[in-house]
Nanobody
Framework: VQLQASGGGLVQTGGSLRLSCAAS????????MGWFRQASGKEREFVAA????????YYADSVKGRFTISRDNGKSIAYLQMNTLKPEDTAVYYC???????????????????WGQGTQVTVSS
């Protein structure tokens, strides 16, 4: 699976951005999609994940209520809508995918098999 993340940029506090992750190479509907982020000098952390049908959706507490993950299985694209952005949301955002399994902890980056290249999100105060 090849993943291509896009949509990052510079936005003011309170603004919005929508990230996209285009997938190719394997059956998109067999993979759970996740978003992670890494701020400068910090470890990469979980942001959100969505299972293949969308029945399972997971969020980090820090983004719950502000970010929404979605996917268009017909286009093989996952999205991360980010609203009410804060300076602490500044990071490189990565999309990732892993084969669907009921036993996986989708908050754990180690379960993900494929990663996109990352897109920078900068929120100015």
């Amino acid at each position: 699976v090849q993943l291509q993340a896009s949509g990052g940029g510079l936005v003011q506090t309170g603004g919005s951005l929508r990230l996209s992750c285009a997938a190719s190479g394997r059956t998109f509907t067999s993979y759970t999609m996740g978003w992670f982020r890494q701020a400068s000098g910090k470890e990469r952390e979980f942001v959100a994940a969505m299972t293949t049908s969308g029945a399972g959706t997971y969020y980090a507490d820090s983004v719950k209520g502000r970010f929404t993950i979605s996917r268009d299985n017909g286009k093989s694209i996952a999205y991360l809508q980010m609203n009410t952005l804060k300076p602490e949301d500044t990071a490189v955002y990565y999309c990732a995918s892993t084969y669907l399994s009921a036993r996986k902890n989708y908050r754990d980056q180690d379960v993900y098999d494929y990663w996109g290249q990352g897109t920078q999100v900068t929120v100015s105060s």
